[in-house]
């Protein structure tokens, strides 16, 4: 069956185009000029990405460097609000260290420490493979956010956790198990649980980062993707880690919040949302009650205010007034790697939503010249990050990143009466 996403001209760009704003260095002066929802026009299509303000097509690499910066501004105005920019004063503080998996693996536990007086930070666990004849250093590094508390961590019995209840952080070696597959290949992996950066509730503000940088409208999302970039900022100091293969791997909300880290910082080489469903790699125009079904914009704003700014909820009953969708957060990612691995039972992401993304951004990839860069892995099963999807991720990654031969397509869909 062919799969086909047609498009339609974002015309409010035309308007932008003559008021004269220069999206590509948008200040907050300049962000009153962007329309009003109630004033941006209603498409029903995806938003073209490679028609800028003028309505005139992208049709060159250069053409897209400029105009990609545009898109990344109107997705920080409507959606993930202005981060603060970088500290670039991100430092490291080993607090343990060993060997785990019969010694084959090293483990380390390490404050990051940054910001104004260096006041902020979290905890990073960190798992490195043994060098051996096959596998030497630098090593490719995965950024996994995760839901669980960061391996190695000290906390008193009955500690409430960042909101999530009385938990215990898992013990290096355990946490190490997890990773085998991933050290078994060369890979390193970087982990951290993902409300040091932020708390995933009503109350966020008072958590995380917001307190230092009040200026800032974001909100948990752009947080967390914030924190990601902040663990690249210290793997870079690593004299162990290859930077040009670092790549972001995060599951449903933590998703969300790779795909965003991916389109908003460079130095991602390979960008994984798995399952990250509605706000994440699945277009808003495709998902919710009356769309698709499942989880769409209207329970995502309604259930979890904290995850996007409030502009995104103007948009609730009015999708079709976006003037983005998702598939711009993945045509940002080009022309380095972007992987989607879903599962197509997945009671929480409309697999039929990321595909047309998925085919959304394909033409960015077919302009820069690397199609292969855009992959995407279904597999039988619910809402979880499954082994088969690491495995896609890493055979992926082996094959755009380190040239190694593997058989595997990662352009193929499904028929569409497969994805739901």
């Avoid at 060997?99 to 420490?113: C, P």
């Avoid at 009650?289 to 499942?294: A, H, P, V």
């Avoid at 951004?361 to 820069?368: I, T």
Wanted: aromatic share 10%; glycine share 10%; with cysteine.
């Amino acid at each position: 069956m062919n799969h086909c996403c047609c498009f339609r001209r974002a015309t409010w760009w035309v308007c932008l185009g003559v008021l004269g704003v220069g999206l590509g260095a948008v200040g907050a002066d300049e962000l009153a000029a962007f329309p009003a929802v109630k004033d941006l026009p209603v498409q029903t299509n995806l938003p073209d990405p490679l028609v800028r303000a003028d309505g005139q097509p992208i049709t060159t690499p250069a053409q897209w460097a400029e105009h990609r910066e545009a898109m990344r501004r109107t997705i920080e105005y409507y959606a993930v609000g202005q981060a603060p920019p970088a500290p670039g004063n991100v430092t490291g503080q080993v607090l343990k260290s060993q060997m785990v998996l019969d010694g084959t693996v090293a483990f380390k536990l390490v404050h990051l420490a940054f910001g104004p007086g260096r006041k902020l930070g979290f905890d990073v666990a960190i798992f490195t493979p043994e060098e051996t004849e096959n596998t030497k250093a630098p090593f490719p590094t995965i950024v996994n956010p995760s839901f669980a508390l960061t391996p190695g961590q000290d906390l008193a019995p009955g500690t409430n956790a960042a909101g999530r209840g009385v938990v215990r952080p898992q013990a290096p070696e355990a946490a190490a198990t997890n990773f085998a597959e991933a050290l078994g290949r060369g890979y390193a992996v970087l982990t951290f649980h993902y409300q040091e950066c932020g708390a995933d509730n009503k109350n966020f503000a008072e958590s995380g980062f917001f307190a230092a940088y009040p200026e800032a409208d974001w909100h948990d999302m752009a947080a967390w993707a914030w924190g990601m970039s902040r663990c690249v900022d210290y793997l870079e100091q690593l004299p162990w880690v290859d930077k040009g293969k670092i790549i972001g791997l995060g599951h449903s909300r933590l998703g969300k919040a790779t795909l965003v880290a991916g389109a908003f910082d460079e130095r991602f080489a390979l960008v994984a949302p798995a399952g990250s469903g509605c706000g994440g790699t699945g277009a808003y125009r495709f998902n919710g009650k009356t769309r698709g079904g499942k989880e769409g914009l209207e329970e995502v704003n309604y259930h979890f205010p904290q995850w996007f700014i409030p502009r995104l909820g103007e948009f609730s009953g009015q999708v079709e007034r976006l003037p983005f969708d998702q598939h711009w957060l993945i045509a940002l990612v080009a022309p380095r790697c972007f992987i989607a691995p879903d599962g197509l039972s997945d009671a929480a992401a409309n697999e039929n939503a990321l595909a047309h993304a998925w085919l959304g951004a394909k033409p960015v990839y077919d302009l820069l010249g690397v199609p292969q860069h855009l992959g995407i892995h279904f597999r039988p099963g619910k809402h979880m990050l499954a082994p088969e999807d690491w495995r896609a991720v890493l055979d992926f990654a082996d094959q755009q990143l380190r040239g190694i031969t593997v058989s595997e397509r990662f352009d193929q869909l499904p028929p569409w009466e497969a994805l739901h």
